[in-house]
């Protein structure tokens, strides 16, 4: 067969080379914003409005990243996103944190100590993937307001924590689904309580689905724009705010390239968590069952 | 070390009554089989003595105390389950020692007692593995081990070999049988399988549809089924059924009229049965006799030889008989065969399905496992 297989016609041949050629231009194509975008943020602004959008730098340099770190204006500061970057690292971090542990104890809970009505309030839950956000914009800030945490930075937290249960439940839910039932009923015998179990027993083998839910809520939280624009201060704003207030802020000619910079440093850390742990991601997705 | 008793235990999900009121006692130092096809309640029975699931109603009690409300790990029991249950981030070691690390039992003490009953398992060289690089029947054994250290009362085995292959299976039936003799526990057992149930029990339970059928010895639940369902849940291959019609009954057993024609008396109570009962005949199939003057007879449709035996699927009327002969029958397939059977192997069974009383108790009716070993010899028995 592998002879077969290696002694191709030249119209096998061709069609091969045309296949590629078609893959090759698409990544092209897919990759070519995030160049453009590259190199137009390490050319003088000089540069951009005399050449052309593709052409490559000429004179590279790292005065716009720097500029867009420290002191482009975001409406009436001129401070950069440096600082709205670690803000939304203060709001990222506990808030993936808090809905990651809470998804892995609703998902044990609905798998491993089923009660009557499990199903439903599972079911209930999955709704919550589906609510569009615009719509609990009012009744949320109404709620932030009467526990006295509106515009604060705990206030944006608890409402990614609760947007991200229904999906970190989810998650863990199905993942636990495919855990053997008798290692719980072997870790009661053995004298182990409910939060033993899921501490010694499930949490140890949940690692593919922890990465999961961690990078995905990461993403979900860090690209946020609506919540961080309707609940947030002006100094817990997250970067993707301040990224819009920036590229807004017209004082004379536009500087693209700063525009450009503020965009990548605020796209950094999603592209960085998937890069680390992108292949965990994909393991996790189809991890069915752990086999003893 | 410990008796349980049951009573009336009943289970109940939403609706559905899974085990119907079932009582029972369990002896110290038995070895009991639950037998029964899937479905019948035998597993969420087990579960029920565990602790894991609450009975609906009913008792259960170790050594006379009522432990309903008590919680698995305190009930002194230990339990292997089908798929092993390891935990599979632990290693060996760590497996069996997690009850004693939960209590709080010293390192140094928690170690002593793993490589015990590592040693009675010759665990020994894996006790660094973790599950994943261990075989099937290794796995069982640290199943069986991780029960061990926990030194209960009573074991709980819940299908413990269904996983293995079929020779595996053989081995770890025989080195159960021989941990059983070495631990002198009680030992609760479920299993589809019944030749596990045979080969092990001192006494069977055989359940079907949340009841209990019949519990008694193999060699009792063998030769005198209670009910049509036992005798052909006992027993391999399946026992043969046969509609006769009852021509009289006799101080030395009913006389029946089988269906070529022929006539027996088989030495069974029918005392009570109105005149001319449609009754049902069971003769198991190594008890089916090839004879050319046998009553009996049909073509052979299929025709299995095993070497040692033969099995013989012979067409009469509507019914595939089946009849365990030699192994050297020169038999082919279409032959016609005749056969009979001893009137004293046969059985009767009523319109309700229930077997008529037989007038003699088999000599080895009353046998346990236990009875096997010579007298006088302690727990010696071939590994």
Redesign the interface.
């Known amino acids: 067969m592998a002879n077969v297989i290696r002694r191709q016609t030249p119209a096998a041949r061709l069609f091969r080379g045309l296949l590629y050629g078609v893959l090759i231009l698409a990544a092209l194509f897919y990759i070519l914003p995030l160049v453009v975008m590259l190199m137009t943020s390490v050319k003088p602004l000089s540069e951009i409005s005399a050449g052309s959008l593709l052409s490559l730098p000429q004179n590279p340099t790292l005065t716009p990243w720097t500029k867009a770190w420290g002191e482009a204006c975001t409406g009436m500061r001129c401070e950069g996103v440096g600082g709205y970057f670690w803000n939304s690292f203060a709001i990222v971090i506990p808030a993936v944190l808090i809905s990651t542990t809470i998804g892995a104890l609703n998902g044990y809970a609905l798998t491993k100590w089923r009660f009557k009505g499990s199903e439903l309030v599972f079911a209930l839950m999955l709704f919550g993937c589906f609510i569009p956000f615009q719509v609990v914009l009012l009744p949320m800030a109404q709620t932030l307001g009467w526990l006295g945490i509106s515009s604060s930075r705990a206030g944006l937290i608890l409402v990614h924590v609760v947007f991200g249960i229904a999906f970190t439940t989810l998650f863990f839910r199905n993942f636990y689904v495919g855990i053997p039932n008798e290692l719980v009923s072997a870790a009661k015998l053995d004298g182990a309580g409910f939060f033993r179990i899921f501490w010694r027993i499930l949490l140890p083998v949940s690692a593919p689905i922890i990465v999961v839910s961690v990078i995905w809520q990461f993403t979900q939280i860090w690209n946020d724009f609506l919540f961080g624009v309707a609940f947030s201060a002006h100094n817990t704003q997250p970067v993707t705010v301040a990224l819009n207030n920036l590229v807004n802020t017209s004082t004379g000619v536009r500087e693209y390239n700063v525009d450009m910079a503020a965009a990548m440093i605020a796209a950094l850390p999603t592209l960085v968590v998937y890069v680390l742990a992108g292949k965990y991601f994909v393991r996790g997705l189809t991890a069915g069952s752990v086999k003893g | 070390m410990a008796t349980l008793q049951l009573h009336n235990i009943t289970k109940r999900f939403g609706d559905t009554e899974v085990i119907k009121g079932i009582d029972l006692e369990v002896n110290d130092r038995e070895f009991v089989v639950f037998v029964g096809p899937s479905g019948c309640g035998k597993s969420t029975l087990m579960?029920m003595i565990?602790?894991?699931e609450s009975a609906t109603d009913g008792d259960i009690l170790i050594d006379g105390q009522r432990i309903n409300d008590v919680?698995?790990?305190?009930r002194g029991?230990?339990?292997v389950?089908?798929?092993?249950?390891?935990?599979?981030?632990m290693t060996v070691e760590g497996n069996m020692g997690?009850?004693m690390r939960?209590?709080g039992v010293p390192k140094e003490e928690r170690r002593a007692k793993v490589l015990e009953a590592a040693k009675i398992l010759q665990l020994e060289p894996l006790l660094d593995r973790k599950?994943?690089a261990l075989s099937g029947g290794q796995?069982q054994r640290v199943a069986i081990g991780?029960a061990i250290v926990?030194n209960p009362s009573i074991f709980l085995f819940d299908e413990p070999l269904s996983n293995l292959d079929a020779a595996l299976r053989v081995q770890m039936r025989i080195e159960l049988a021989r941990l059983h003799d070495e631990l002198d526990a009680t030992m609760i057992y479920v299993t589809h399988d019944q030749i596990e149930a045979m080969t092990m029990a001192d006494k069977i339970v055989v359940l079907h549809d949340g009841v209990v059928e019949q519990v008694g010895s193999p060699m009792a639940l063998y030769h005198h089924p209670c009910n049509r369902f036992v005798a052909g849940f006992i027993g391999s291959p399946k026992m043969n059924f046969l509609q006769v019609t009852m021509t009289g009954v006799t101080p030395d057993g009913v006389a029946i009229r089988l269906p070529g024609g022929g006539e027996r008396s088989v030495p069974v109570d029918g005392q009570h049965l109105a005149p001319n009962a449609a009754l049902e005949l069971g003769v198991r199939p190594e008890h089916l006799v090839l004879d050319e003057q046998g009553p009996l007879s049909g073509q052979i449709k299929v025709l299995e030889r095993l070497g040692g035996q033969t099995s013989l699927y012979v067409q009469m009327d509507d019914e595939l008989i089946t009849i365990m002969a030699d192994g050297d029958v020169a038999y082919r397939v279409n032959d016609t065969v005749h056969f009979g059977f001893a009137p004293e192997r046969a059985h009767l069974f009523d319109t309700d399905g229930l077997a008529l009383p037989s007038l003699e108790q088999h000599p080895l009716a009353g046998l346990t496992r236990q009875d096997n070993r010579a007298p006088g010899s302690p727990s010696e028995e071939p590994a």
């Open positions: 579960r565990a602790g894991l919680g698995p790990a305190d029991l230990a339990m389950f089908q798929s092993y249950a390891l935990y599979p981030h997690f009850s939960l209590a599950p994943k796995r991780r926990r």
